[in-house]
């Protein structure tokens, strides 16, 4: 028997559709868009990740906090788990749970959300606050290395296990300097739990306007703290600006987070304009998958070609992602409620 499909929250549907948009962006240029990037698809590219972790820890949090089922978190696990460690192995040909990609943390983001579900909303927001806070500290103390050695095994069209592990680095990654270490993006994570507190239907139009007002502020602030600690690094090719990640960025990408879910909390605002986006963000982890795989193809291009795509050939790329991403999402949309009767593991993958 199929099972009831549950009620959507849209707005949160197109807060991640955004993230997709601008994650697939981001990755593509990254991977085949010669360099220097233009300033904004920098400054597009960047909001990605912080939308994917913050709205990850909300909804985390939320499922937590209703049903109290460890099975479920264990489930959810395993399957972030799953889900990055094969990208890294069959697609990048690099060891897994090395580099701390996006899934990494938000799969240590839950395991941490999981042991405060008991935690008030104050709580939560000093223990963010002291993760991020402390963030630039260690970066200095324990040195932040820009580059990040991929640790592949698969090198010239031949296996070559004959580069060394060094663990200390892989434990370093991941606290300090990995693509998405600890400091600050577990704290970022759990900021995003907060978002239940300003959704309750009881929350008015004073509120509202308060969190508003707040999401100015931040992005004020961290442009008036950019102007003295930006720098326009990157690591190897890639568009985002949070390598590494400083203060001014996640307060100035929280405060346009913050305003992008307060004007897609009214579903008022959700026209049929934004349809497109909020199927891309009813399937996340399936389009992450999805744009990787088409990212591997466009790689092989550009590698027959033997040079990078100009700026209209990465427009054309992107385009033809993004294509086949809202093909694949209209398609399932259409067979929805017969995919409620596969096995969880696949449903949590294929989304909806």
């Not at 937590?64 to 696990?77: A, C, N």
């Not at 690094?233 to 100035?252: A, D, G, H, M, W």
Request: hydrophobic share 50%.
């Amino acid at each position: 028997m199929t099972n009831t499909i549950k009620q959507r929250d849209r707005g949160i549907d197109v807060l991640k559709g955004i993230a997709v948009f601008t994650m697939i962006f981001s990755n593509v240029a990254g991977e085949v868009l010669v360099h220097p990037h233009p300033l904004f698809l920098r400054l597009i590219g960047s909001l990605a990740a912080p939308i994917f972790v913050g709205i990850s820890g909300y909804l985390f949090f939320l499922s937590v906090s209703r049903e109290r089922v460890w099975k479920k978190i264990g489930e959810r696990l395993l399957v972030l788990l799953f889900v990055s460690s094969s990208i890294d192995v069959f697609l990048w040909r690099i060891y897994p749970f090395f580099t701390v990609d996006v899934i990494y943390i938000i799969a240590i983001s839950t395991l941490v959300i999981s042991l405060m579900h008991n935690a008030q909303a104050p709580t939560r927001l000093i223990i963010a606050f002291v993760i991020i806070g402390l963030t630039p500290f260690v970066q200095d103390y324990f040195v932040y290395n820009q580059s990040l050695a991929p640790n592949q095994f698969y090198k010239d069209g031949a296996f070559d296990f004959s580069e060394p592990i060094i663990f200390s680095s892989v434990i370093k990654r991941y606290f300090i300097d990995g693509w998405f270490p600890f400091f600050p993006w577990v704290g970022i994570g759990i900021l995003g739990t907060l978002i239940k507190e300003w959704r309750l239907p009881e929350r008015n139009y004073r509120n509202n306007l308060l969190l508003i007002y707040l999401g100015i502020i931040l992005i004020t602030i961290g442009i008036v703290l950019w102007k003295h600690e930006f720098k326009m690094e990157k690591r190897e090719n890639y568009t985002e600006l949070f390598y590494p990640p400083t203060i001014s960025y996640v307060l100035v990408y929280s405060g346009i987070v913050l305003l992008i879910e307060r004007i897609f909390s009214k579903e008022r605002n959700i026209g049929k304009l934004f349809l497109p986006i909020e199927i891309l963000g009813k399937r996340t982890l399936l389009f992450y998958i999805l744009h990787f795989i088409l990212i591997s193809v466009l790689n092989i291009i550009s590698t027959n070609m033997n040079r990078k795509f100009n700026i209209d050939e990465y427009f054309l790329a992107t385009s033809v992602v993004i294509f086949i991403c809202f093909v694949v999402g209209f398609i399932l949309e259409r067979f929805n409620e017969k995919l409620q009767d596969l096995p969880s593991f696949v449903k949590t993958i294929l989304g909806g």
